[in-house]
């Protein structure tokens, strides 16, 4: 048996350095070549066939794909962040979102965020308390408050976005320019949809939203 994992090993090997542009593939290369090869193994009819289920395998193929680039985004921002004590992974999405206003009010921002109420006020007040947003009156309706970015929130916003701007890159891994653009396009019409399904049809039930998406 350990004969037979030497040679499927050697022939893995083999097939990898065929595939490579570089001269000098190190072990890692090959580690990261297994994993991807692995991963793409997995298919989305196991399960279903497995327990019978009349599912839609594309549809569900690609929310588990934007489900885990999420995750591997998140964790990522993580990382880029710790050099920045006054801002966690939802903080900076706020205040990027706030940059790019005046002043919003408080319901604006969170909704601009996709978030539930009482997460976001949680968020806000941390950024308050971190001296990143600073609050105000609104003058056309004395129920709610206005949030507006500070000039040390905006001096952390530069200092944090370079190294965003680091996990934006390695986020899109190694498509070329034509794929990234590809895919904005695709992200952007995905966004649009679900925008209006999050702005006016939230609280409805998902197969009358499932109506607006047709045949696809």
């Known amino acids: 048996m350990e004969l037979n994992l030497v040679i499927e090993i050697l022939s893995e090997l083999n097939t990898f350095q065929k595939s490579q542009n570089s001269n000098q593939p190190t072990l890692d290369d090959f580690r990261l070549y297994l994993n991807e090869k692995a991963y793409e193994r997995e298919n989305p009819r196991n399960l279903t066939e497995k327990y019978d289920l009349k599912v839609f395998d594309l549809e569900n193929e690609i929310a588990k794909q934007v489900i ?63 001296g990143l947003i600073e609050e105000s009156p609104d003058e056309n309706d004395k129920r709610s408050t206005r949030i507006a970015v500070t000039e040390k929130g905006k001096k952390v916003f530069q200092q944090a976005m370079q190294d965003i701007t ?26 649009t ?21 047709g045949n696809g």
């Open 166 to 191: 680091v996990v934006s890159k390695i986020m899109c891994g190694k498509l070329s320019s034509e794929e990234k653009e590809q895919l904005l396009n695709s992200l952007k019409k995905l966004n």
């Open 68 to 130: 885990m680039l999420g995750r591997y985004s998140k964790h990522l921002i993580k990382k880029s962040l710790e050099n920045h004590s006054d801002l966690i992974n939802e903080d900076f999405t706020y205040l990027f979102r706030l940059m790019d206003y005046p002043s919003l009010t408080k319901m604006q921002l969170i909704e601009k965020n996709a978030h539930e109420k009482q997460s976001g006020i949680e968020i806000i007040k941390r950024l308050v308390r971190n």
């Open 193 to 213: 949809f679900h925008h209006t399904v999050y702005t006016n049809l939230r609280n409805e039930d998902p197969e009358k939203i499932l109506k607006m998406v």
